[in-house]
């Protein structure tokens, strides 16, 4: 019996051949504990007994315009029926096409762009553009970053996923956050480029080929650069001759209410990686943008790098739909007006809930940190650690048809962009009652 005509199989069989028969990531095999999902439209997942769960996160901060949007869903039928597959060398009419749609809603000059499978191999191939452009070897990166799963790309991470995974790629060298962790404001802005230009001089800029930032730092917090900061990165850059590379991965197409983050600074990097919101997630697919200048080096320097499936025609459809669904549904617009609604809800539950310790955000990325004091500033977890109030806390959401990202002692609060105010509102109602658990833990 084919796969169309079998029986449709449980939630629970989908959990148990799934836990027995394929691994999971971030996770102790045995502990893991999924969710079975059969469809979902807009903001709502449906679990196959059709249990509705209200998408908070937008997954991982990725399908930007919502679940079963049919114009992407119609442009995958499309092209998949017309041309599946061709190696990179070869040319489509769809890579022609988005090559020319992006560099017209990308910054400045950044106007050329090499695809990849996602945003880890985006930083990998930044990575090795950086290096074959500038000739020198060191990249400087920070701590509370994430900046994918492969090799370089999980040296370049900060955060203890990198742990396990050391020893890693020679030549990466840290460079001072904006916002440590356990504290509530941002450091200044004057001592973070000090940190930064510190390590300049102490590395030697003729050895540094780039330097990397999320823009907005994405699973670390949504640590919202204080304004001047990444004008001041651009600045120093400029100054060393080093290249600026911003990873747009989670921040870029409209989680801001703009195009790309660094939009909001006016500032134009040297590289730009992306992925996530370029399709929505509905098919893999990243990218490398880089400016005239560095694309101009490889007319006549061979580059040593490349990918099976870069340029996917089925993947590049996919890309080309969701950026004619974010302008012609006004969705970074929405999401613009949507996060002046979140910041509300953010501030409320900030004035109502003791345990509410600081929120952050832009547009509709952001973030709700939970403390046991506020004076003292005490997070209701160890670094890298947990607690059962914020164990509570997940179970809660899961109880009551919320998902979105519990991770440390910050509730994250991601949602498409296509959200409206009444389901902005569901998903807040459901967390302003979960907030009663970690209130009974403040201490002061």
Known sequence: MGIGTAPGLTAEEIVRLSREHTFFSWSIQGAVDPIAIDHAEGVYLYTPDGRRILDFNSQLMSVNIGHGNRRVIDAITEQVTKLQYVQPAFVTEIRARLGQKLAEILPGDLDKVFFTLGGAEAIENAIKIARHFTGRYKVLARYRSYHGATMGAMTLTGDPRRWPNEPGLVGVVRYPDTHRWGEK??????????????????????????????????????????????????????????????????????????????????????????????????????????????????????????????????????????????????????????????????????????SVGAFRGLGLFGVLEVVRSRQPYTPMTPYNGTSDEMKAIGKFFRDNGLYTFVANHMIHTNPPLCITEDQLAEGFEIIDRALDISDQAVTA
């Not at 930064?196 to 990397?212: M, N, Q, S």
């Not at 400029?238 to 197409?253: H, P, W």
């Not at 790309?260 to 509905?282: C, E, I, N, Q, R």
């Not at 061979?302 to 969701?322: M, R």
Request: aromatic letters at 10%; one cysteine or more; charged letters at 25%.
């Open 185 to 354: 404001d941002p450091r200044p802005v004057e001592e973070s480029l000090r940190g930064l230009e510190d390590v300049i001089r102490y590395e030697g800029p003729h050895t540094i080929a780039a330097i990397f930032l999320e823009t907005i730092v994405g699973t670390n917090g949504v640590l919202v650069p204080p304004d001047g900061y990444i004008q001041g990165v651009r600045e120093i850059c400029d100054r060393y001759d080093i290249l600026m590379v911003s990873d747009e991965v989670m921040a870029g197409f409209g989680r801001t209410g703009r195009w790309f983050a660094v939009d909001h600074w006016d500032v134009v990097p040297d590289l730009m990686t992306m992925a996530k919101g370029l399709t929505s997630s509905y098919l893999p697919l990243g990218a490398v943008a880089m400016r005239r200048r560095i694309a101009e080096k490889f007319e006549s320097t061979y580059y040593s790098g490349g990918l099976t499936y870069s340029s996917h025609p089925v993947s590049l459809a996919a890309s080309l739909a969701t950026i004619g669904v974010y302008e012609d549904e006004g969705l970074i617009q929405n999401a613009a007006r949507m996060g002046e609604v979140q910041r509300d809800w953010h501030r409320r539950l900030y004035e109502k809930h003791p």
